[in-house]
């Protein structure tokens, strides 16, 4: 097995700028249990399920498309954890065992450059408030739609309706 330290240079048998998709790798003749063992080693890191980069590189919204772009089909359109992950913030405020919501998400979007956007476990007038006092940029409502848990009745139309316009008043 050839030995690798800290960082990967041009011998490096992959792209060492760019992510690489598990399958191309294997394919560049590196196995599994390399791979796994540049990962524990923190030579490269996984990115997605199935996408790696040098531990050099550093991470960005670009990188993180680059990586997406290796394992969803052209047409997809990322939603929900997936949005919020690639624009660099996957807040679970209220998945959060001990935290505050409120200054959770308050402290969050203050230590934030960008838009913060709450994922998770969304389901009541008082949340959905409570996420757009402290400044979330957005949030996802995920499967509580489908479960029909949000305020606006047994529609989804309804339960979108009321949830913006809850957001919208907040």
Known sequence: MPEYGGLLGADAPFAIDRPVHL???????????????????????????????????DDSIELRARALGLVVPESA??????????????????RHATADPAALTRAVVDASAGPVIAAGSVVTDEQIRLLAAAGAWGFTI??????????????????????LEIAGNA
């Open 23 to 57: 399958d191309d790798l294997v394919a560049g003749g590196v196995t599994k249990p390399l791979i796994d063992e540049l990962v524990a080693r923190d030579v490269i890191r996984r990115v997605t399920r199935a996408t790696y980069v040098a531990s050099q590189v």
């Open 77 to 94: 359109i990322v939603v929900d954890r997936t949005a919020a992950w690639l624009h660099g913030v996957d807040l679970l405020t209220y």
């Open 142 to 163: 995920g499967g509580a739609i489908f479960e029909r848990r949000l305020p606006g009745g047994d529609s989804v139309a309804g339960q979108v309706s009321a949830v």
